[in-house]
Every structure is written in structure tokens, then in C-alpha cells.
């Protein structure tokens, strides 16, 4: 399972019992398929005893729909908590909601939010309430909040995700291969639940059959998804929130699997959108690049997101040829 560290921290600051400026908000930030709506509901279920008048979950951005509207969220906040109906003028229906957050105690989590604005009409000062958020991009203008960042599950972890799935005689029969399944899909969550659910289909398949068709870049997206669930579908999401000029930007980055810094963006993105330091920036917050472990220290390299590399790069073959 992993992320045992990462959920204790938000159950304990979701559970301070100090209310006051900057009651608990606390986001938890990754990018596609990293495990954040699973963690905010484990950490939800793990405080709600501090929130005895009720938790409320609102999905601020469906796959295939519009972002809900911050007024149309306040209003269906309002109505989760019963009472009065909620107010049809904006103003009003914001003070119900302040005064619902601040006379009880309930948690509001708010998953799929792609921007500050969507969260802002929650935060209620002295409220006993608290708001547990699942982000695409950082919040960085949110006030006092308690933010964390997800990314790759360990190995060990990733390897134990696809053991709970297909059993320990498979993953155990089949060592080296069910490893190189969890490197191929980059210890992502989303990516290891797919492999796991692919091989609990095909029970009379050997693990090598899937390490071998998952080695395989260029078919590595279009292996990793099973039903509804798609390694492809999570990352698009991201990328049409993204100006076009970003999603040149990863394109052309996409072109060579090689980590980046400073120093070749000028010569990997022609024009680059912003100052290369701005450029990274952007994609850091957007959850698109993660820095590189092993670089040294003066000298901060970055790397595509697998998933985001790979599904920038079928788009680029996709797409005519850029021209020298
Ligand atoms: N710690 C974990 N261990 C094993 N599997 C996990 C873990 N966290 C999440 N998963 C699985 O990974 C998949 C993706 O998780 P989840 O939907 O929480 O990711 P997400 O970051 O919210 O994705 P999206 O970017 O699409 O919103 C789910 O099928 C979930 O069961
Ligand atoms: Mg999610």
C-alpha cells in the first residue's frame, strides 16, 4: 500500500484541535494517477471521528465534464449539510456556508481541484470545519496551508500493490518480472492497479507476457488501461488544462527521454514560452516534471513524468514533423 507516512501526517494535521487563523486546510498534490483521491479518503476515513457533524465529498472536476463553479460548489456544500436550502444570490449562499463551517465541525473534501479559487469560499476563519483537498498544481496562493506532494510509490511498495492484486504465488513465481512490470510502470500507482487488474483478467498468462509487452515504450500506454481506467486518459486530463504553449513546451521536451535543467532548455524548447527557470517552475507546479534523485546538488535536473513523456510523445507522432 505505501503512503502510511504521507496519511498520518494529514490525519494529524486534519485532527489539531487548535482552531484559529488558517484552521486546517491541507492539500495533497501529484501528479496524473498518483494515488491523491485514494490517500485524501484513507485520510478522511481516519479523522472522521473529529468531525462529528459529517464529512462532504465534491468531485470539482469529472473526467469529461466542466470544473464545477465556485458558487455552484458553495451551494452544494450548503445542501450536504441540510437545513435551510441553499440562497440563490451568491453572497447569501457564501454566508450560509461560513456559518455552517463555523458552527460545526465537518471536514469538506474536495477532489480533482485545479485552482485556489475553487477552495477559497471554504475557508472559514475560526472554523471548527477543515477542508482536505486532492490538487493538480500546487495551491501556492492558498493562505497557511499544509501541502504535500506525491509522486512514485518506493519499489517495495509498488511491488506489494501488484502482490495485493494477483497473489504472492504469482508475484513470488515470477520475481523478476513482476519487478520489471513495476519499474516499466514508474512505481505509478494507476499504472501498477491497471497491470494488476490485466493480469488478474488472465489468470493463464505468465507475468513475463506482460513485462514484455510493457517494455515496450511506444506500447506502453496503450497496454496500461482495462475498462475505464486509463494511464492515458489520467494524463489528459492534466494537458487540457495546460495553455498550448505549455503543451508545445512538453512536447518538444518529450522528444528524448534525457533529464533536463536550466542549461538545455533554450536548445529542447524553440521558443520556449517563458525564461527556462520560469518554464521549469510552471511545470514543477503543474506536476508534470519531478526533480531527478540522483543529481548533484548544485545542479537541479528534471524529468518528464513517464507517463506524461510517453503520452507527449504519441501525440508527436502523431503531429507533422516540426521543420529545422
Ligand atoms: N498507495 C497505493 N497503493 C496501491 N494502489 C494505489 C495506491 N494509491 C492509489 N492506488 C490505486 O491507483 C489508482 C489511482 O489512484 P487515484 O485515483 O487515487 O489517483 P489520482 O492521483 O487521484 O488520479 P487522478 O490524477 O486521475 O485523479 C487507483 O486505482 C487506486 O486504487
Ligand atoms: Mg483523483
Same mark, same amino acid.
Given at each position: 500500500?505505501?503512503?502510511?507516512?504521507?496519511?498520518?501526517?494529514?490525519?494529524?494535521?486534519?485532527?489539531?484541535?487548535?482552531?484559529?487563523?488558517?484552521?486546517?486546510?491541507?492539500?495533497? %498534490?501529484?501528479?496524473?494517477?498518483?494515488?491523491?483521491?485514494?490517500? /485524501?479518503?484513507?485520510?478522511?476515513?481516519?479523522?472522521?471521528?473529529? +468531525?462529528?457533524?459529517?464529512?462532504? +465529498?465534491?468531485?470539482?472536476?469529472?473526467?469529461?465534464?466542466?470544473?464545477?463553479?465556485? *458558487?455552484?460548489? /458553495?451551494?452544494?456544500? /450548503?445542501?450536504?449539510?441540510?437545513?435551510?436550502?441553499?440562497?440563490?444570490?451568491?453572497?447569501?449562499?457564501?454566508?450560509?456556508?461560513?456559518?455552517?463551517?463555523?458552527?460545526?465541525?465537518?471536514?469538506? %473534501?474536495?477532489?480533482?481541484?485545479?485552482?485556489?479559487?475553487? %477552495?477559497?469560499?471554504?475557508?472559514?476563519?475560526?472554523?471548527?470545519? &477543515?477542508?482536505?483537498?486532492?490538487?493538480?498544481?500546487?495551491?501556492?496562493?492558498?493562505?497557511?496551508? +499544509?501541502?504535500?506532494?506525491?509522486?512514485?510509490?518506493?519499489?517495495?511498495?509498488?511491488?506489494?500493490?501488484?502482490?495485493?492484486?494477483?497473489?504472492?504465488?504469482?508475484?513470488?513465481?515470477?520475481?523478476?518480472?513482476?519487478?520489471?512490470?513495476?519499474?516499466?510502470? &514508474?512505481?505509478?500507482?494507476?499504472?501498477?492497479?491497471?497491470?494488476?487488474?490485466?493480469?488478474?483478467?488472465?489468470?493463464?498468462?505468465?507475468?513475463?507476457? =506482460?513485462?514484455?509487452?510493457?517494455?515496450?515504450?511506444?506500447?506502453?500506454?496503450?497496454? =496500461?488501461?482495462?475498462?475505464?481506467?486509463?494511464?492515458?486518459?489520467?494524463?489528459?486530463?492534466?494537458?487540457?488544462?495546460?495553455? $498550448? $504553449?505549455?503543451?508545445?513546451?512538453?512536447?518538444?521536451? &518529450?522528444?528524448?527521454?534525457?533529464? +533536463?535543467?536550466?542549461?538545455?532548455?533554450?536548445?529542447?524548447?524553440?521558443?520556449?514560452?517563458?525564461?527556462?527557470?520560469?518554464?521549469?517552475?510552471?511545470?514543477?507546479?503543474?506536476?508534470?516534471?519531478?526533480?531527478?534523485? !540522483? &543529481?548533484?546538488?548544485?545542479?537541479?535536473?528534471?524529468?518528464?513524468? *513517464? !507517463?506524461?513523456?510517453?503520452?507527449?510523445?504519441?501525440?508527436?507522432?502523431?503531429?507533422?514533423?516540426?521543420?529545422?
Amino acid at each position: 500500500m505505501g503512503r502510511e507516512a504521507v496519511a498520518g501526517e494529514l490525519m494529524a494535521h486534519l485532527a489539531r484541535r487548535d482552531p484559529g487563523p488558517g484552521r486546517p486546510v491541507a492539500v495533497v %498534490v501529484g501528479p496524473p494517477g498518483a494515488g491523491k483521491t485514494a490517500l /485524501v479518503l484513507r485520510a478522511a476515513h481516519g479523522v472522521r471521528e473529529h +468531525f462529528p457533524d459529517g464529512q462532504v +465529498f465534491v468531485d470539482l472536476h469529472p473526467a469529461d465534464s466542466l470544473p464545477v463553479p465556485p *458558487d455552484v460548489l /458553495v451551494r452544494r456544500v /450548503v445542501r450536504s449539510l441540510g437545513g435551510a436550502p441553499a440562497a440563490e444570490h451568491p453572497e447569501e449562499s457564501r454566508a450560509q456556508l461560513r456559518n455552517a463551517l463555523s458552527t460545526r465541525r465537518v471536514l469538506v %473534501v474536495l477532489d480533482n481541484v485545479d485552482s485556489e479559487a475553487q %477552495v477559497r469560499p471554504l475557508l472559514v476563519d475560526d472554523g471548527r470545519s &477543515a477542508v482536505l483537498v486532492a490538487a493538480r498544481r500546487e495551491l501556492s496562493a492558498l493562505p497557511e496551508r +499544509f501541502s504535500r506532494r506525491i509522486g512514485a510509490l518506493e519499489e517495495a511498495d509498488a511491488l506489494g500493490a501488484l502482490t495485493d492484486l494477483v497473489g504472492a504465488d504469482r508475484t513470488g513465481a515470477e520475481r523478476p518480472a513482476a519487478l520489471s512490470i513495476v519499474r516499466s510502470c &514508474a512505481g505509478l500507482p494507476l499504472a501498477v492497479h491497471i497491470a494488476g487488474l490485466w493480469l488478474t483478467a488472465r489468470p493463464h498468462r505468465r507475468l513475463r507476457d =506482460l513485462a514484455d509487452r510493457l517494455a515496450d515504450e511506444r506500447d506502453r500506454l496503450a497496454v =496500461l488501461r482495462i475498462g475505464d481506467l486509463s494511464v492515458h486518459a489520467g494524463v489528459t486530463a492534466y494537458l487540457r488544462l495546460l495553455p $498550448p $504553449p505549455l503543451r508545445t513546451a512538453i512536447r518538444e521536451l &518529450a522528444r528524448s527521454p534525457e533529464d +533536463f535543467g536550466i542549461p538545455e532548455i533554450p536548445a529542447r524548447v524553440t521558443p520556449s514560452p517563458w525564461p527556462p527557470a520560469d518554464l521549469l517552475e510552471e511545470l514543477l507546479h503543474r506536476q508534470l516534471i519531478h526533480p531527478v534523485p !540522483a &543529481a548533484r546538488q548544485d545542479r537541479t535536473r528534471y524529468r518528464l513524468y *513517464d !507517463a506524461v513523456r510517453l503520452h507527449a510523445a504519441e501525440a508527436a507522432r502523431r503531429a507533422p514533423a516540426r521543420t529545422p
